[in-house]
């Protein structure tokens, strides 16, 4: 552990405080073993984070040094080292009060330094805590706790005449009864004290146990939403997320109310000897038995109060919090995911796009924005309902559209989404006429986050003097364009890819949700002379500051030459140039190695490389496809090793690639507007809009997502949604069950499924009675076009979805696995 223990002779600094380098120790050795990696690479991305350096930054420029750790790895490091951290400075805490009340021995000392996690080391320190007084501190200040200790030692003992001894009127134990009453209260809150039997008994309760829900009385109409569970229960450990962070709003909002017992079932009798099994071990625990002794009875009374009253309750607590803190890591993973799926979406490029937000009675705000996303006109239409100025509407568009040379049409897919559709189609229709050479394509995109943005003071910064309810036509037309320099200037938790994500610890969502932006925009690289602040801000070493201070430069100096050229920044150092430079492109710049991912501090080494090909660094910006004939192992030195050597190489040959997809496009079925023009059988094409745990949302042009369940995602066992589709994918699917008063849409990307609506419910049964994921089916997977696998398609035409009935059969399956699944977003 950390030393001897020698409360005589050793000082409270040296019992305390062990060396700072053997706790390091103990921290990298735990993340290697959780990670599966050496501890020598652990310790050095240790030492790399704490010197300041970004995870993205050592991710691609320091691979060597921590032996290829990739970002995902990384990330986890980090977040296992804030963790340790905050549980070691915990520990100290605990050790030097309880050493301040010289309660500290050897054996104590070694069950806190092993104690691994929180709540471990918790139930160490629970009876030291300095609390209010207890039922049982006034009993051992009347002396009472020796009647105890002489009843646990000698059970044979009548109680009632032990503690006839323990009587006085000055103590505040005028009674034999008060005295047996004073020595229970000491023996529940011992048993309660119990850091091994707690512990022990939290594990049994965890897995063997079960979380119950019932509706409030006169709460049914209200919780309407929470109807899934009005009567539900399933053991703790088995709960996924969504339907833990369900459950808590459910008894948060005061429909529901939520109770931990200690067996999975609701048969009494088995219930009973559940709960007679957890008082038993109790007993154990305090070496009491039922033998027919005079004190046995009391005692074991005493041993089920134990439980009952103290040891229940508190674990009852202590699942929920475990509960909740799992499903939320669930919750924070999945919208991490979703979030890098929505940041790395593909780009339709730079292209002169329209932008429209829709609008009814406030009209619709337009906003033409060219290549480079400079706003070049704006105006509002009142093609709907109340104005219905329809024609003027598709002349000021036309107009617009012709002396801009537009490409693209983004349509906000908020209210009046699907009417703007439509106006948006006759554009193309007129355009494709007047002017067959223009080609126009027209899209529907997410406008979640829109007005955060338009009422920020960024947004004020960058279309001052405008509207604001034309800038959301702004953001609309120019996350077209490029989704990842538009996304990062809205506060993530406002893009609407989250599971619950207002009941999530706000710093903990943040944290995670900050680090995928990062990622994703270093991932992919920022033109320095064409960044917003928002966009530089996120660039390793960078931040709002100097973000700011770049583009001050830029307006006053004009465009970047040279990347060198960063270091004439105000407050942009050698520290923070190391960090961002290899992050930040320069297009026809002075420097060619600029427009690449190569690092400055390897110009040297590409230059050789190139030369060894016969190239010079100027031929770059198409690509030298001679690099592929390197040996990188001839190039390995005492600064450069084999993993950057393979980078440099690789970007040698396409500079500056862009991780992102290409492009492509969904088309919505003609005349499916609304919830209710959905029919069982259709199949449709659509826009993955969120992925949770239980499954993922379908855009298909109704205003109201469907829901694939997980279930419903492949014929294969799928334990990771993400695994089969992601965020902005286009897929196609077969509408199962519609339910227009509950607003929810079941749907399948198993085209094949076959379904038919029950007599007289309107409701879908699904063939083959599946059960639950397919796990162990031994079917292959038919995953239907443009919906499975770990990357998006290739750009090709959009189909043209068609509305089919499929053939009747008899199924209940998915319906039953919808409602099963929770509240969905």
């Known amino acids: 552990m950390w030393g001897r223990i020698d409360p005589v002779t050793d000082s409270a600094a040296a019992l305390i405080r062990p060396d700072a380098a053997t706790i390091e120790t103990r921290i990298a050795t735990a993340i290697a073993a959780e990670l599966g990696v050496r501890v020598a690479q652990v310790r050095a991305a240790i030492g790399l984070l704490d010197d300041g350096a970004s995870v993205p930054f050592i991710a691609r420029y320091r691979k060597e040094a921590t032996g290829t750790l990739d970002d995902t790895a990384l990330r986890d490091l980090e977040e296992r080292l804030r963790y ?105 809150e011992r048993a309660g004290q119990d850091a091994a039997l707690v512990g022990e008994l939290r594990e049994r309760l965890w897995k063997t146990g079960r979380l119950g829900s019932k509706v409030k009385t006169g709460k049914t109409a209200e919780g309407e939403k929470f109807k899934d569970y009005f009567d539900f229960s399933q053991p703790p450990h088995t709960l996924p997320s969504h339907r833990v962070l369900a459950l808590l709003r459910g008894e948060k909002e005061g429909v529901l109310t939520l109770d931990l017992a200690e067996a999975n079932t609701r048969d009494a009798d088995a219930h009973a000897q559940a709960r007679a099994a957890y008082e038993n071990a109790v007993a154990h625990s305090l070496g009491i038995s039922e033998s027919g002794r005079a004190a046995d009875t009391w005692l074991m009374t005493s041993a089920r109060l134990a439980w009952r009253t103290r040891i229940l309750t508190r674990l009852s607590v202590d699942l929920r919090v475990r509960m909740f803190q799992r499903a939320e890591e669930e919750s924070v993973r999945v919208f991490a995911a979703n979030l890098r799926d929505v940041l790395l979406a593909a780009p339709a490029g730079n292209k002169a796009t329209l932008g429209l ?50 490409e693209l049409v983004a349509i906000g897919n908020g209210t009046a989404s ?3 559709d439509k106006l948006a189609a006759e554009l193309l229709a007129e355009l494709k006429h007047s002017n067959p050479k223009m080609k126009v394509t027209k899209l529907v995109v997410s406008e979640a986050g829109a007005s955060v943005y338009s009422a920020s003071a960024l947004a004020s910064a960058e279309l001052p003097g405008m509207d604001v309810s034309l800038r959301g036509a702004v953001s609309i037309a120019r996350r077209l364009q490029d989704p990842l320099a538009e996304l990062v200037k809205i ?24 680090a995928v932006v990062e990622d994703c925009v270093n991932a992919v690289g920022v033109d320095l002379n064409m960044a917003s602040p928002a966009l530089l801000s996120r ?163 109704v205003h109201q997502d469907g829901l694939v369940h997980v279930s419903a995602l492949s014929n294969s066992f799928v334990s990771d949604p993400h695994a089969v589709v992601k965020s902005g994918q286009v897929v196609r699917v077969l509408v199962l069950e519609v339910e227009p008063e509950r607003k929810r849409i079941s749907l399948t990307l198993r085209l094949d499924d076959q379904v038919t609506s029950a007599p007289g419910t309107g409701r879908t049964r699904e063939a083959g009675e599946r059960k639950g994921n397919d796990a162990g089916s031994g079917k292959s997977a038919r995953t239907p076009p443009r919906a499975g696998g770990q990357s998006r398609p290739s750009a090709q035409p959009a189909r043209q979805p068609r509305a089919a009935t499929a053939p009747p059969s008899a199924n209940t399956a998915m319906a039953e696995a919808l409602r099963r699944a929770g509240l969905g977003k």
């Open 357 to 406: 937000d829709p609008g009814l009675r406030t009209g619709t705000k337009v906003a033409v924005v060219d290549g480079t996303g400079k706003v070049v006109a704006t105006d509002t239409i009142y093609p709907h309902a109340p104005a219905k100025r329809w024609n003027e509407a598709l002349a000021t568009l036309h107009a617009l559209a012709l002396k801009h040379q537009v």
């Open 491 to 514: 506060d993530p938790q406002s893009i609407g890819v989250g599971q619950y994500q207002h009941d999530l610890t706000p710093a903990k969502l943040e944290r995670s949700l900050d």
């Open 418 to 420: 699907r009417e703007t």
């Open 539 to 701: 660039v390793a070493g960078v931040g709002p500051l100097l973000s700011e201070n770049i583009v001050a430069h830029r307006n006053q100096h004009g465009p970047f030459s040279k990347r060198r050229d960063l270091l004439k920044v105000a407050r942009l150092g050698p520290k923070a140039f190391e960090q961002c430079a290899g992050f930040l492109r320069i297009t026809g710049g002075s420097e060619p190695l600029d427009a690449s991912s190569v690092h400055p501090e390897a110009y040297g080494l590409a230059r050789k490389i190139l030369t060894s090909v016969g190239a010079q660094a100027a031929e770059i910006s198409g690509g030298v496809g001679a690099a592929a004939s390197v040996n990188p192992g001839e190039f390995v030195d005492g600064s450069f090793g084999l993993p950057t050597v393979k980078d440099i190489v690789a970007e040698l040959q396409k500079p500056g690639r862009d991780p992102r997809p290409r492009f492509e496009t969904a088309t919505f079925a003609e005349g499916i507007e609304k919830i209710t023009d959905l029919r069982p059988g259709m199949i449709l094409e659509g826009v993955v809009s969120n992925v949770a745990a239980f499954g993922a949302f379908v855009d298909i042009g």
């Open 84 to 188: 340790l951290r905050e549980l070691q400075a915990r520990r100290l805490a605990v050790l030097e009060t309880i050493h301040g009340l010289g309660k500290l021995t050897a054996v104590l000392r070694s069950a806190i330094d092993a104690a691994a996690t929180k709540s471990e080391l918790e139930d160490l320190y629970l009876p030291y805590k300095s609390t209010r007084k207890t039922k049982a501190d006034a009993a051992r200040e009347a002396g009472l706790e020796p009647l105890l200790d002489v009843l646990l030692a000698n059970p044979a003992l009548t109680p009632g005449v032990a503690a006839d001894a323990y009587v006085s009127a000055a103590k505040g134990v005028p009674s034999p009864d008060d005295a047996l009453a004073g020595a229970r209260a000491i023996l529940i």
